[in-house]
């Protein structure tokens, strides 16, 4: 063996004190005194090496080696190995489902309630398109009044309790309006009151004359327009956000998306569906009636469906997902309380400090007054070129197909351009879109006459077109 054949170390001759070296693999011990005497070198103790056995390593010897079994009872101890679908665990997708299912739904209704509450206070006697502003700022006191109730609701129900207690009221809604209360509107509507304040006020009151006229139209505008801030921001991606990890909301996310568009589709496929009802029934039914009802027939089943699929997340997948330990909720909240909490005038004050805020707020306030200046006078039009509700419907619905299709295309044609041009000439191409549209759009409803023998050869004439240019800019 190598450890053999060192040589032993020597202790310098200049040292006056001469250390023993042990040799390795040899026990030390001290000479044992002889008639009372100990013998020394130099002073100290003299040492002696006795030998000890030398210990060969062997190879081990297996013989007759059998594998082990595991027995039965070993095996149930073991969890089961997990089997993964497309690289996806069983867990990841009994919550990937059900919620792409909930969103398909709720974007369903979504668009059907878009469609139906243009409609309604579109075409209603006495209103138009002239409303529509007056109808979002009545949508802000609205909004204040869902926020109280929602925070009087949040501290006492459980989050279960709370997401039927929001949802349910949106659907018993739309399900009474049309058997109830659009069969009854004539009653309903305090005509004699109306007629009296347009014969006493300017002609500056019309809109909010027409806002009183039809105001269960106004409700169903309503509770159509804060579906879409409350169910599906507030409810559907508060209860993705819950279940979901970041690594699956990276991943499924933007699936999601797609999903929403698909829904688009279909839904529009309906809206068309149940708007040509019209041509198939007797003289003197209301076609457009009968479409509502086929139509908030499906809102009310969607709205099952979302509290079924809902129902199913929370006591059959929640359970079965490791909750966050007491240190994790510790240092949670040790972080929350080391923020430090600004007041509102210190948060005004410091998003004001920030360019980049600036300018973000801009685009979007920007972007909102191109939106809404384009959209009153596009409805307008399009209330001119379909003044029949079930057509101006039967137009909704196809407008909304032709919405999911283009995006889902877009959606594959900017990853391309994203990734060939870089992100500023991808974010460039929705202002000028809205810029080159807003054009026409305008150009054709304010040169109609001028422009009408050169779209006559085309078949079409300035008002069609204006409602195919702006129809083109809202999608």
């Known amino acids: 063996m190598s450890f053999l054949l060192q040589k032993p170390?020597?202790?310098?001759?200049?040292?006056?004190?001469?250390?023993?070296?042990?040799?390795?693999?040899?026990?030390?011990?001290?000479?044992?005194?002889?008639?009372?005497?100990?013998?020394?070198?130099?002073?100290?103790?003299?040492?002696?090496?006795?030998?000890?056995?030398?210990?060969?390593?062997?190879?081990?010897?297996?013989?007759?080696?059998?594998?082990?079994?595991?027995?039965?009872?070993?095996?149930?101890?073991?969890?089961?190995?997990?089997?993964?679908?497309?690289?996806?665990?069983?867990?990841?997708w009994a919550k990937v489902i059900p919620l792409s299912l909930m969103f398909f739904c709720i974007l369903f209704n979504y668009t059907v309630l878009?469609?139906?509450?243009?409609?309604?206070?579109?075409?209603?006697?006495?209103?138009?398109?002239?409303?529509i502003p007056f109808l979002k700022v009545l949508n802000l006191p609205v909004a204040v009044g869902f926020t109280l109730y929602y925070s009087a609701l949040a501290g006492r129900l459980s989050r279960e309790q709370l997401f039927y207690a929001v949802l349910l009221p949106f659907i018993v809604f739309f399900g009474l309006f049309a058997l109830v209360v659009y069969p009854n509107k004539e009653s309903l509507q305090p005509n004699a009151v109306c007629d009296l304040l347009a014969s006493k006020l300017p002609e500056g009151f019309a809109g909010p004359i027409a806002l009183l006229r039809n105001w269960a139209y106004v409700c169903f505008f309503m509770m159509a327009e804060i579906w879409g801030s409350v169910v599906i921001s507030l409810l559907f991606w508060g209860t993705a956000n819950q279940i979901m990890t970041v690594e699956e909301a990276g991943q499924f996310y933007p699936f999601f998306g797609m999903g929403a568009n698909v829904s688009l589709v279909i839904a529009g496929r309906a809206i068309q569906y149940f708007s040509v009802v019209k041509d198939n029934l007797p003289a003197g039914v209301d076609g457009w009636g009968v479409a509502l009802n086929g139509l908030m027939s499906m809102v009310v089943f969607s709205g099952a469906c979302i509290c079924g699929l809902y129902w199913a997340l929370q006591n059959l997948v929640v359970p079965r997902m490791t909750p966050i330990s007491a240190d994790q909720m510790a240092g949670s909240k040790k972080k929350k309380k080391n923020k430090q909490k600004m007041s509102i005038g210190d948060s005004l004050k410091f998003l004001a400090s920030s360019p980049y805020i600036l300018d973000m707020a801009t685009m979007v306030i920007s972007f909102g007054i191109c939106i809404n200046l384009v959209e009153v006078t596009w409805k307008a039009k399009l209330k001119a070129q379909y003044p029949n509700p079930a057509e101006f419907s039967a137009f909704m619905g196809a407008f909304s197909e032709a919405t999911g299709v283009f995006t889902l295309g877009m959606m594959m044609v900017g990853r391309i351009v994203l990734g060939k041009f870089g992100w500023g000439v991808t974010a460039l191409a929705t202002p000028t879109v809205l810029l080159v549209t807003a054009i026409l759009f305008f150009a054709l409803v304010l040169a109609g006459d001028v422009l009408k023998g050169p779209l006559a050869p085309f078949g079409i004439t300035p008002l069609y077109a204006a409602v195919l240019v702006g129809a083109l800019q809202n999608i």
């Open 114 to 131: 878009r469609s139906c509450k243009d409609v309604l206070i579109i075409t209603a006697p006495g209103s138009g398109a002239e409303v």
């Open 9 to 92: 170390v020597v202790a310098p001759r200049a040292t006056l004190q001469r250390k023993a070296t042990p040799v390795l693999g040899a026990r030390v011990s001290p000479v044992k005194a002889f008639n009372g005497v100990k013998p020394t070198i130099c002073g100290q103790p003299r040492l002696v090496q006795t030998a000890l056995p030398k210990v060969v390593p062997q190879p081990a010897v297996q013989e007759n080696v059998r594998p082990v079994v595991a027995s039965a009872s070993s095996d149930a101890s073991k969890p089961a190995e997990k089997k993964h679908f497309l690289g996806v665990a069983p867990l990841t």
